[in-house]
């Protein structure tokens, strides 16, 4: 077709822009999620924390060193002390919450292995506060008292945030090399893990030197980068009114003395004086507090008693919460599992229902929110050389999805994954789904072949040579769709283009998203199929929609 641009999306490739709006898709047969496989956490990864470990679904085994093997079901938990050593998996078809404490931060917490029960309504705030403890940037709505309120665990003081923009707090830039990228991205969520350059290297399989390069590109050594980012969740911790020696203890650091020291040697002031200076309760709490608050809560509890027995408050509804403005060095695959939402990128707001998953593609300024009683997660976190992410991308998940995206939301933002777990595979997962969302906008041809071809041509907006396709193809098009291949090819593109329009997208953006080169040639092609331009077409629909925001 003359004007269409070729737009790619494979494997390590996404270019186009989002589906087509609701309704939303229902489980059908062809649309199954994969079997959750088992996944483990390397015991290096314990050396240095505690772990509180949760179980959703199925069951997981967590292999004490000198000791017993502690199997728990679904339903309950179990914490393990730092120091312990062991060994952490789930089985196949199994969902396990793991949340990691640096010891000696959390006084009262058991001294020895400790087994719990997680009651129903807990289930949804303990997800809600896995998924912010695993978020760097701030978000607001959700108290750092939350999750302490509910474990019925007054003692949790309002924190303090540190201030915006000040020198002392800033995080080091994120290196781009896949193997420091990883490395870096778990220092940030646990800055006190102590391993060596060299037990890293092993952990994410590439090689020292490598490892020691992807550190210096950000013009920093590991060791300096990971002092940065130590310091960086200390100040966090001071500003929220933790001791001195806590917070050393907190981020990294084995003594009081050598806290304060490399403090005053990046900072030129005292953590003392800096707390004194930032102390500020009407700023929005950081969610590195709230999640050291919160679980050390349940840590505490579960030294009070044998166990959860007693039952907890009910805070009744998870609060509407929403972040700060914010960029992302990597692209993020979000996806509400309850409730709704929505995603604003510059002066676009995109609504967001349960179910739906959205790309925000790096170095792009956003800002995410979800209404009361909705939690949205990360399912999907891919470098920039990994995927070409140029704008937001949708599909919808069906409900049978759920268990299985929880499953990705644990290995995507924890060390618990499978065994060759590769990131890159949410892409094609999420291919599907956006292919089976456009399929609704056109009828599809049942032949096996055909119905591949159609499929691939929805994911891609480009269309195979024609001389690529056999006799046999062509005839299913026409008896199974009423159409020939070239005429289906079009009438998708020109449903597509008016879902997108129907839906406050501009007509430029349409163009480029269904394949045309120049918003002449689409102008005209949906003019001849539509019976008016596409500006026209947009501005009828505005006349018609209720206030609604485009997606």
Known sequence: MLGVRKVSYSSHVIQAAQSPPWPLLEDT????????????????????LSLLLWVHTGSAQVEVDDGPTHRVSAGNGIWLPAGAGGRLSTDAGSVAFPYTVPPNTTPGAPADPMRFTVPDHWQDWLILHFVHGSTAHSIFGYSPASLGDLLGVSDVAPPKAPPAAWTPGDEPPMPAAAGAHVVARELRSNPALGHSIEEWAGLVACSVSTLRRGFRDTGLTFAQWRTLTRLAAGCEFLAAGYDIEQVAMQVGFSSR??????????????????AAQTADPSRASSLRIATARGTGALARLLGQQAGLSAEPADTGHLPATHTSWHTNDSHVLTWIYRGEGYLRIGDASYPRREGDAIWIPAG??????????????????????????????????????????????????????????????ILDLFGEQFAVQRARTVPMPTDARARAVATRFLKQMQAPPEAKLDSATHEAFWRETGMTFARWQHTARMRIASDLLDHGTKPGAVARRVGYV??????????????????????????????????
Not at 34 to 47: D, E, Q, T, Y
Not at 257 to 274: I, K, L, V
């Open 364 to 425: 792009v300024e956003h800002q995410a929110g979800n209404l009361a009683d909705s939690i949205a997660l990360p399912i999907g976190q891919l470098a920039p050389s990994d995927a070409r992410i140029t704008e937001p991308l949708r599909a919808h998940f069906p409900p049978g999805w759920n268990t299985y995206l929880l499953h990705r939301t644990i290995a995507t933002r924890s060390a618990l994954r499978p065994e060759g777990f590769d990131p890159r595979s």
């Open 257 to 274: 003395n050598g806290f304060t020291r490399a403090f005053g040697d990046h900072y030129g002031t005292t953590p003392s004086d800096y």
């Open 29 to 48: 047969v062809g649309q199954r999620p994969p079997v959750i496989p088992a996944s483990s956490m390397n015991a290096n990864w314990l050396r240095d």
């Open 518 to 551: 120049h918003l002449r040639s689409f102008s005209r092609a949906f003019s001849s199929f539509h019976g008016v331009p596409p500006s026209r077409y947009r501005r009828s629909v505005a006349g018609r929609t209720d206030g609604h925001p485009p997606v």
